[in-house]
């Protein structure tokens, strides 16, 4: 996500670096280039021009003159600027409220459905909540199904009721979740191509009734400037709490995200990084400023990675690692973990200076970790253990297993000792950065 505003703002600083003190003529060539890579990323037209003048009228100020180093005080600018577009806090959901209701509304194909399931499991995993989903799409045949399917495959229940009256539902629901000491209650109700007054009179009525403790739109990001009109057309009636935008991993411009809460004073909450189902975040505008900047993340890549990683099997690897006992199985258990962290590509752009080190060039392959696996599993269990006792014979009864060559093999096992080496330097302290 932002990898076109991000690159065309990082030719921006470059540019800067070169001015010796920031004037009126050399200030108009920068901010020209920032009002097309904001127009580019489907930035409103209005807020662009807003935006691009209070930039000009700052870094023309007093405190940037006397500045011995201008391009800092410019890059302080612009991310102050970029803040106050997304909103300078992180706005979190309801958590002291049980059952706590949370309604998610929308049109058909924002991936409504689909978000809930991320959000139980999101909330499941970050506050230790019970939720339930309650099916009340009933107009759409595949909804309750799908949300089914859904819940099964977390472990998390689903209340529905086939076409009954959505608000018999949800008062159903309620009850089911006080009986069986349930937390969070997340009702799916049915989206339409647009908003239209049927669509608003059932949630109306929703509201009415239930007073939800939050009322979250989930919005497509991809559908670009008319989000601010869907924004205004279900707040107008409902009074939201926020936003979740989707799809974000495959919008490179991101114009929604720097629009939407400027324009409308509804914050975003969440943002959907991947279709899977572990691939909702909260919405940090501090931390998605520090993206855009080219600053990275690293507090979002440490939570990422301290959500899906054992403790008790990261510290026996180190402590194996340190003995040099390190083997095929710790080395295949490692791939498992790494899998779990999702795109390894999205990670890389997380550390700070990824683009002036290469890495939001890196292009990892899924197939090539399914291929690592594939070799690692046929071989025995006492090959695992001690892969130096792998010779000619057994590489070739390897590769037949696992579908590969022989050559794929030599070329694991030497990563592997290669791995092995590099991993043993750094627990003993005696590799040092180049830097």
């Not at 909330?123 to 799409?137: H, T």
């Not at 924004?231 to 495959?250: E, H, R």
């Amino acid at each position: 996500m932002f990898e076109n505003l991000s690159d065309r703002l990082d030719n921006v600083m470059h540019k800067i670096k070169g001015y010796g003190i920031i004037t009126e003529d050399n200030i108009s060539d920068v901010m020209r280039e920032v009002r097309l890579a904001l127009l580019e990323a489907d930035v409103n037209y209005q807020v662009v021009k807003e935006f691009t003048n209070n930039v000009k009228e700052k870094a023309l100020g007093e405190e940037v003159r006397k500045s011995l180093k201008p391009s800092e005080m410019f890059l302080k600018i612009l991310k102050d600027e970029l803040l106050s577009l997304l909103g300078e806090d992180k706005v979190e959901i309801v958590t002291n409220k049980k059952p706590t209701i949370l309604m998610l509304v929308g049109l058909q194909g924002s991936g409504k459905t689909t978000t809930i399931g991320k959000l139980g499991n999101l909330i499941r995993k970050k506050y230790n909540k019970k939720p339930l989903f309650v099916a009340c799409d009933i107009y759409r045949p595949a909804a309750i199904e799908q949300l089914k399917t859904i819940g099964k495959s977390l472990n998390i229940p689903v209340y529905e009721e086939g076409n009954n009256n959505p608000n018999d539902i949800v008062r159903n629901a309620l009850n089911y979740a006080k009986e069986n000491n349930l937390d969070y209650i997340l009702i799916d109700t049915a989206g339409r191509l647009h908003v239209d007054k049927s669509l608003m009179d059932e949630l109306v009525c929703l509201n009415d009734e239930f007073k939800p403790d939050e009322i979250l739109l989930v919005l497509d990001s991809m559908i670009g400037q008319d989000a601010i009109n869907v924004i205004n057309g279900f707040n107008d009636k409902l009074a939201l709490t926020g936003t979740i935008l989707t799809k974000m991993d495959g919008d490179t411009k991101g114009g929604v995200a720097l629009t939407a809460r400027h324009l409308t004073n509804v914050p975003i909450k969440f943002i959907g990084t991947s279709e899977k189902l572990d691939g909702l975040e909260e919405f940090d505008p501090n931390r998605m400023v520090n993206r855009i900047l080219g600053m990275g993340d690293i507090l979002g890549l440490v939570e990422k990675v301290e959500s899906v990683i054992d403790e008790q099997e990261a510290e026996n690897t180190y402590k194996k690692m340190k003995k040099g006992n390190f083997d095929l199985e710790d080395f295949l258990a490692q791939f498992k973990q790494i899998k779990k962290l999702g795109s390894l590509e999205g990670l890389l752009k997380m550390i700070p200076g990824a683009k002036k080190m290469g890495l939001n060039k890196v292009n990892i392959d899924p197939k090539d970790i399914a291929r690592i696996e594939a070799i690692i599993l046929s071989m025995t269990p006492e090959e695992r253990k001690k892969p130096e006792i792998i010779k000619a014979s057994r590489k070739i009864r390897i590769a037949k297993g696992s579908g590969r060559s022989v050559q794929e093999v030599n070329k694991l096992l030497t990563q592997f000792e290669e791995s092995k080496k590099m991993m043993k330097m750094f627990s003993n302290g005696s590799f040092k950065l180049p830097f």
